[in-house]
């Protein structure tokens, strides 16, 4: 019995799911040197296991592997690399491919901003923290209490108790945050 793309993309699934971001990139370089092709699927959930594992430039080789491919990249890869990026303290990369994701046309989410504001949150960079939340706002992207957290945490280790407040106030006005 050969495995298929599917199987190969399934079991990626479960290492990722297992925090086994070693064995997903291992299955990752198989399918190559089985001559199946790579989809956005497999690149997708290796980028996600990079980032559950905390290696960010793993996940950024798998984006632009998928991009050297001329797949059509979609804001999951993109949310998850940049996820990635703010577990490795690496607030200016996940900066760049929200804007690359801007660039691209791709409709952002809250998931994509709160994963840039909680990368600058980590690195203390409340101004871009409030940057971000501020063109949620202006794109309509409905804020959660993650994003709002994340950028009250990151007023607070930049010493900015008067934004800090604001925007608890803020989520206490706003008391329909989706979760």
Known sequence: MIPTIISYSTTISACDKGGQWQHALLLLSKLWQQALERDLISYSVGISACEKGGRWQQA?????ELGAAKMETDVISYNAAISACEKGGQWQQALLLLREVRTANMELDAVTYSAGISACEKSRQWQQALALLSEM?????????????AAVSACEKGGQWQHALSLLFEMIIRKGFAP
């Open 60 to 64: 950024m080789m798998l984006l632009c």
């Open 137 to 149: 706002s202006d794109v309509r992207v409905e804020g959660n209490v993650v994003s709002h957290s």
